[in-house]
């Protein structure tokens, strides 16, 4: 069983820096990819970074240029959010692809997400 925690989320002001952490715990044997989604009332989950083992990154048009991602150990990762905007505001979720057995494909873990607002 794998666990996914998350922290940071508060409301901060537009123009505003927060910085979300996640944590992966439990049966893990490998970590594929970590990433960050939000979900803003009324609308679907979206991607807003992820990382991979190699260090590859992807971000969400949106985002880029205001957000960073960062794997600082083997089970965490960061998201750096700088110069928020209003529409930032929603509920950050962390997923997590790992294996938790070396003959399995990896799964997805969800944490149960962290409230960003950004408001005045």
């Known amino acids: 069983q794998v666990q996914v925690v998350e922290s940071g989320g508060d409301l901060v002001q537009p123009g505003g820096s927060l910085r979300l952490s996640c944590v992966a715990s439990?049966?893990?044997?490998?970590?594929?990819?970590m990433g960050w989604y939000r979900q803003a009332p009324g609308e679907e989950r979206e991607l807003v970074a992820d990382i991979s083992t190699n260090g590859r990154t992807n971000y969400a048009d949106s985002v880029k240029g205001r957000f960073t991602i960062s794997q600082n150990t083997w089970n965490t990762v960061n998201l750096q959010m700088n110069s928020l905007k209003p529409e930032d505001t929603a509920v950050y979720y962390c997923?997590?692809?790992?294996?938790?057995?070396?003959?399995?494909?990896?799964?997805?873990?969800w944490g149960q997400g962290t409230q960003v607002n950004v408001s005045s």
């Open positions: 997923k997590v692809d790992c294996q938790t057995d070396r003959f399995a494909p990896p799964i997805s873990n």
């Open positions: 439990g049966r893990i044997i490998r970590i594929n990819v």
